[in-house]
């Protein structure tokens, strides 16, 4: 809705801050196995695993988190960033351009080279903001559940059981109907060729 509460809250606190790294000359296959360490950790745990990964581009990707934990606090200036439980809330990593290039191969003929880049966005989010909102909504639905008229509620209610009561007739029914009627068989031929029998001896 445009004017919640929600919303309000939300502008008041500028939990999110973004930083963006273009055209690194890196495959984003490479890119994406640091994006999936880092991804929904704490910034402080993030910066670690980077700090000490062996990879090359551990190094862009640590400078990137570190901006974006910077424009977070130039937003929030009255806050600390050990109080608020900065979390590394999205990383995407995307396809940039494509450089071709040829290499000499034998008989004349010319390999084909791809040097790939990539775009990467972080995006971190303090999740003590993001829970006071939260609980700030909650209480809003309790107080809209609470103002559900009684008699509404009954009706609610009872109908799931007319429901159930109906189906359970139909299917007696069709049960009733499917079964074939079972016809008692008659032994008086076999008692009579017996007799027979017995007559001829």
Known sequence: MPGSKYQVVRNKI??????KLN?????????RLLAD??????????????QFNPRHPAVPMYKLLKSAINNWEQKNADEKVENAGLVVKTIMVDCGRVIKRMRPAPQGRGYRIRKRSNHVTII???????????????????VEVANVAPAE???????????????????????????????????????KKTTEKKSKK
Do not use: F
């Not at 055209?23 to 890119?31: A, I, V």
């Not at 360490?37 to 980077?50: M, N, P, S, W, Y």
């Open 23 to 31: 055209n690194y000359p890196t495959s984003p296959r490479k890119m």
């Open 37 to 50: 360490l880092i991804r929904g950790l704490e910034v402080e745990k993030a910066l670690g695993i980077l």
């Open 124 to 142: 971190v989010d303090s999740t003590r903001h993001y829970d006071e909102i939260i609980s700030k909504k909650k209480k809003v639905e309790k």
């Open 153 to 191: 509620e009954k009706v609610i209610a009872e109908k799931p059981k007319k429901v159930i009561a109906k189906k359970a007739t139909s299917k007696t029914e069709t049960k009733a109907k499917t079964k074939p009627a079972e016809k008692k068989e008659e032994k008086k031929p076999a008692e």
């Open 14 to 19: 500028n939990m999110e801050a973004i930083a």
